[in-house]
């Protein structure tokens, strides 16, 4: 392993995730229902560590679901929501950090509503851990990103 990649990802069994930084999915709940308006049955909800480590960026990308983020440790993590149209409004989006220096502006946990266009890097120099917990459950069938170029 290279020495720049924490020890979190052999640690917590990560594994590399297509939108960027290093992922293992840790729940999903066993009961599902199809919720009005996707294409089949989903999972109540499902969990998920994520890691990104500085210099690893989460690719602008979308979920058809709402996606809580709760931050674990390590430097804060800055996202950047771009709107819920066709594509990013990357000028003008809404910037929040997620970490744990709440007196300074940070927030522990915060949510992405579903269908809005997120992106996610390292504000420090250290890797940043989080939970993400989607409900209705992730499936790729309601995921969509920018291809990077």
Do not use: K
């Amino acid at each position: 392993m290279a020495a720049d990649i924490s020890e979190l990802v052999e640690s917590l069994g990560l594994r590399p995730l297509r939108e960027g930084g290093w992922f293992r999915e840790t729940w999903r709940s066993p009961a599902e229902a199809v919720p009005d308006g996707y294409g089949g049955a989903r999972a109540f909800a499902t969990g998920i560590y994520y890691l990104l480590h500085p210099g690893e960026t989460s690719r602008w990308h979308r979920v058809r679901s709402d996606e809580l983020w709760l931050w674990h440790g390590g430097g804060p993590l800055r996202m950047r929501l771009g709107g819920n149209g066709p594509a990013p409004r990357a000028a003008g989006a809404v910037e929040v950090t997620v970490g744990g220096a709440v007196a300074e502006g940070e927030r522990p946990q915060f949510l992405v509503p579903g269908r809005c266009w997120q992106t996610a890097e390292p504000a420090g120099a250290e890797p940043v851990l989080v939970t993400c917990v989607v409900a209705p459950g992730f499936d790729y069938a309601d995921y969509e990103e920018i291809p990077s170029e």
